[in-house]
């Protein structure tokens, strides 16, 4: 059994920051990649970001230069620094991560709970 729990969203002004936080735990051998994504009512889930287990990082166009995921693997986290934003930016942001668990080579994608971003203009 794995879990992911994410922390960090809230309300902010346009050119506000926010760091979301997502930490996972349970019967962990490995974790490889975690990203975030986010979904906006009417419309699909859309990736943000993903870091690898080394450290390699990806990007969404319209976040580039503004946000930036790092992950701590000692404590399972997976983070998103958000700066400069804007109500474009306004989610739910969902982290997830690639885990195999203990005891086997198989992996299974599992699913923070959402935490609302809102960016008032």
């Known amino acids: 059994q794995v879990q992911l729990v994410e922390s960090g969203g809230g309300l902010v002004q346009a050119g506000g920051s926010l760091r979301l936080s997502c930490a996972a735990s349970?019967?962990?051998?490995?974790?490889?990649?975690m990203g975030w994504y986010r979904q906006a009512p009417g419309k699909q889930r859309d990736l943000v970001a993903s870091?690898?287990?080394?450290?390699?990082?990806n990007y969404a166009d319209s976040v580039k230069g503004r946000f930036t995921i790092s992950r701590d693997n000692a404590k399972n986290t997976v983070y998103l620094q958000m700066n400069n934003l804007k109500p474009e930016d306004t989610a739910v942001y969902y982290c997830?991560?690639?885990?195999?668990?203990?005891?086997?080579?198989?992996?299974?994608?599992?699913w923070g709970q959402g935490t609302q971003v809102t960016v008032s203009s």
């Open positions: 349970g019967s962990i051998f490995r974790i490889n990649d």
């Open positions: 997830d991560a690639f885990v195999v668990a203990r005891g086997t080579y198989l992996f299974s994608q599992y």
């Open positions: 870091i690898s287990s080394s450290g390699t990082t």
